[in-house]
């Protein structure tokens, strides 16, 4: 059975730093493109992050480019996500979810339960 | 960036009766390679993660129920609930990933009426 576990989320002020994880299982890790998604409180979904299986492409939203890295380390069978000089506009709900294919350009199609994220002074 | 636009915002229909829901990407995510639609569909009940029901723009997720079908080509596309159920309440999202960023729609609430 897939299981997308997210932790690290909390409460940061605006200007810092935080670290997001997602541990997987149930599927052979690097196979797989894994992406990271948020969805704002009441909002809708907003796509953040691709990473490729074997974690040399990288790909990211506007919105978040130059502020977060997204990183995989398939001997931990983990997904990351650093966040840094963040801002209030990032509260959300953080999801990994996992690709249908190895490059990140097919649909996903298992989705971790979400980290929550605070970005509050 | 692609953006998709969904219509309606929300939707009410009764017990038994069909649901389309609309997306319109503002490019088309046809690639002509494959001739494949690079669209999804998403169902999010509350409190919930979304649920991949849709890929390829009409080819049904294993173990969703055939009510549910998807249509289109290009930049015109719609997910359609034959006969809505109540456990089919939820919000409903179409996701372009034909080229990063991989957008999503505004999403359409689908309710009971």
């Known amino acids: 059975e897939v299981q997308l576990v997210e932790s690290g989320g909390g409460v940061v002020q605006p200007g810092g730093s935080l670290r997001l994880s997602c541990a997987a299982s149930?599927?052979?890790?690097?196979?797989?493109?894994m992406h990271w998604v948020r969805q704002a409180p009441g909002k809708g979904l907003e796509w953040v992050s691709l990473?490729?299986?074997?974690?040399?492409?990288?790909y990211y939203a506007d919105s978040v480019k130059g502020r977060f890295t997204i990183s995989r380390d398939n001997s931990k069978n983990s997904l990351y996500l650093q966040m840094n000089s963040l801002k209030t506009e990032d509260t959300a709900l953080y999801y990994c979810?996992?690709?249908?294919?190895?490059?990140?350009?097919?649909?996903?199609?298992?989705w971790g339960q979400g980290t929550l994220v605070t970005v509050s002074s | 960036d692609i953006v998709m636009t969904q219509s309606p915002d929300s939707l009410a229909v009764s017990l038994g009766e069909r649901a389309a829901i609309n997306c319109k990407p503002s490019?088309?995510?046809?690639?002509?390679?494959?001739?494949?639609?690079?669209l999804a569909w998403y169902q999010q009940k509350p409190g919930q993660p979304p649920k991949l029901i849709i890929y390829?723009?009409?080819t049904r997720e294993s173990g969703v129920p055939d009510r549910f079908s998807g249509s289109g080509s290009g930049t015109d596309f719609t997910l359609t609930i034959s006969s809505l159920q109540a456990e089919d309440v939820a919000v409903y999202y179409c996701?372009?990933?034909?080229?990063?960023?991989?957008?999503f729609g505004q999403g359409t609430k689908l309710e009971i009426k």
């Open positions: 979810a996992k690709d249908r294919n190895d490059y990140g350009d097919q649909a996903s199609d298992y």
């Open positions: 149930g599927f052979t890790f690097d196979d797989y493109a």
């Open positions: 990473i490729n299986g074997a974690g040399g492409s990288t």
């Open positions: 490019q088309s995510v046809l690639y002509s390679s494959n001739n494949k639609n690079y």
């Open positions: 390829w723009a009409s």
């Open positions: 996701q372009q990933y034909y080229s990063s960023p991989y957008t």
